[in-house]
């Protein structure tokens, strides 16, 4: 076996294609959207390196348009849940016994992989299954994807290189072992970049890994899939399945080797899933690791002193890219009485020029929400808002889903800082506005700081440095991620790592070496030279 100092390649943040008219990228993507909805796939789980098909086919449609069939994918029950954890099992102790070095040379090669051949389908992939328009998808799944990748290589190589001190005669060193079981990787539908990152950051310190990304992101993750295998995964190293997501718990929060779980999804499933691990804790042979980044209510606070084309670009940025289905998502905002008249003016001429559509028109701004379930939620918030009395409809407020599932851009004025539209995750294209008197700021941040369960991103806008300052204090714990003169979104990996706390999960920080070190064990060795060979210190001496 090869033995040296290995030094990783120094990563760069990705580039970030521009998809502008005729430009090559941008007519790779077309040629690769017009491939993809030209055929219809079908998608098996990947079970121990097997693609494994149950014959219960389930749809997958466009959300901007939904008569479309794009793909199938077979669904799996318990017996699946069960195959996928003893194939992790059975190739744990290759996969951690091989050097490490291997292992980041598949990840980098991954990145290669969506960074060149793959690009332009993974792109098409988001766009067409999660209704991400080109820009949106490309920031996501070509260039986050490919950071957390190339990063997290760095960041593991770091972990290796951290070691104690050694006194006189004595060799101190630590090793950091992989878990003792398998991770189960939970995967939300909005990023395809987290859909790869949550399996393979545990993956590539040496974990094996039984994955389940949500249904309406598994058009993206079969990619995902294809590119492990094409960059040399072996087999069972990580294994995707779908299905019932309590059914699938059932087994696997009871198995003794389960030994940690990399989330992201809703508050209330992950305080379930933390609840079931504490009532099953006497099961595990270890303590399960728990990471999870869950929701947010996301704010903009605005000061007096702010520019107001800086706020109005904040807020529909912030609040409408990617229909405002990310957990930063800016969804509430806080603005002084003197600013609001010219924000409020900036911000409706800025909606009435964006169009929204389906992700095949490179014009369109705004796209579908994800599913019915969610534009049904979104549409109820909205209609309680028109019949309120005390809500002014600022933008928006209309929704249609006969081709898809477009809900328009929609601002509300509400007069009440506790409307429930100020309070409730929304996770769609709607923004609440609470209009301030100048003159209490501070009451405002303690409004901010107690509205919501959530403190995942945030952001204040001011030009002036002791409002910066005093915000920046006052709200530390109301955002794990705070963003100054900014909106609250678009973290980038080696840059801002990315985590809240509160209800918004357990501030583990993806795309930083923090995160990573949820998926070691550190194991201490201490090699003494030349031991002692009789027990009597020299204080017993008798005193001459």
Not at 129 to 153: M, T
Not at 382 to 411: M, N, R
Request: proline fraction near 6%; aromatic fraction near 10%; charged fraction near 20%.
């Amino acid at each position: 076996m090869l033995k040296g100092f290995f030094n990783v390649p120094v990563p760069q943040n990705e580039p970030v294609l521009n998809y502008g008219p005729r430009s090559v990228e941008r007519a790779a993507l077309k040629a690769a959207l017009e491939s993809a909805r030209a055929q219809q796939i079908d998608i098996p789980m990947y079970i121990g390196g097997k693609e494994v098909r149950t014959g219960k086919k389930l749809e997958i449609r466009p959300p901007h348009d939904h008569k479309h069939l794009l793909a199938t994918y077979h669904d799996g029950d318990k017996s699946h849940v069960t195959a996928a954890i003893d194939a992790a099992l059975a190739t744990k102790a290759d996969w951690e016994s091989l050097p490490w070095e291997q292992r980041a040379a598949i990840f980098l090669k991954a990145a290669e992989l969506v960074a060149g051949p793959y690009r332009a389908e993974i792109n098409a992939a988001t766009m067409l299954g999660q209704s991400k328009n080109a820009y949106q998808a490309e920031i996501d799944a070509a260039c986050e994807f490919i950071d957390f990748l190339r990063f997290n290589v760095h960041y593991m190589t770091e972990i290796y290189a951290q070691q104690p001190q050694s006194s006189k005669g004595i060799w101190n060193r630590v090793e950091h072992r992989p878990l003792e079981g398998f991770v189960f990787a939970i995967t939300p539908f909005n990023f395809t970049a987290i859909a790869g990152n949550l399996p393979a950051s545990a993956a590539m310190m040496g974990n094996v890994v039984v994955w389940k990304p949500a249904p309406t992101q598994i058009y993206a993750a079969n990619v995902v899939m294809k590119i492990f295998i094409e960059a040399g995964l072996p087999a069972g190293v990580i294994n995707m399945i779908y299905g019932d997501g309590p059914l699938a718990g059932e087994i696997i929060f009871s198995h003794p080797d389960f030994a940690g779980i990399h989330f992201t999804g809703s508050t209330a499933v992950f305080q379930t899933i933390w609840k079931t691990i504490g009532t099953n804790i006497h099961k595990y042979k270890t303590y399960p690791r728990i990471v999870g980044e869950t929701g947010g209510k996301d704010f903009v606070l605005a000061h007096s002193s702010a520019d107001a084309d800086v706020v109005a670009t904040a807020l529909v940025r912030g609040a409408f890219e990617y229909q405002g289905q990310k957990c930063s998502a800016a969804s509430r905002a806080y603005i002084p009485a003197s600013l609001w008249p010219s924000v409020k003016e900036k911000v409706q001429r800025d909606l009435t020029s964006i169009k929204m559509g389906p992700v095949e028109d490179f014009e369109n701004f705004v796209n579908a929400v994800i599913d019915e379930r969610s534009f049904d939620k979104l549409a109820k918030y909205i209609d309680a808002a028109k019949a309120d009395k005390t809500v002014e409809i600022i933008a928006g407020g209309s929704y249609d889903k006969s081709q898809g599932w477009f809900i328009e851009p929609t601002v509300l004025k509400v007069t009440d800082p506790h409307y429930v539209t100020m309070c409730d995750e929304l996770f769609g294209p709607v923004l609440s506005v609470y209009v301030y008197d100048d003159n209490k700021f501070d009451e405002i941040m303690e409004i901010i700081d107690t509205t919501s369960i959530y403190a995942l991103t945030g952001s204040i806008i001011s030009q002036d440095r002791y409002a910066i300052d005093k915000a920046t204090y006052r709200l530390r714990n109301a955002a794990g991620n705070f963003y100054v003169n900014d909106k609250p979104t678009g973290a980038v990996v080696g840059q801002q790592p990315f985590g809240g706390a509160r209800g918004s999960g357990t501030n583990d920080k993806a795309g930083s070496m923090i995160n990573l070190l949820r998926w070691v064990s550190p194991r201490t060795i201490k090699e003494t030279f030349d031991p002692p060979k009789d027990y009597r210190y020299p204080f017993l001496n008798k005193e001459v």
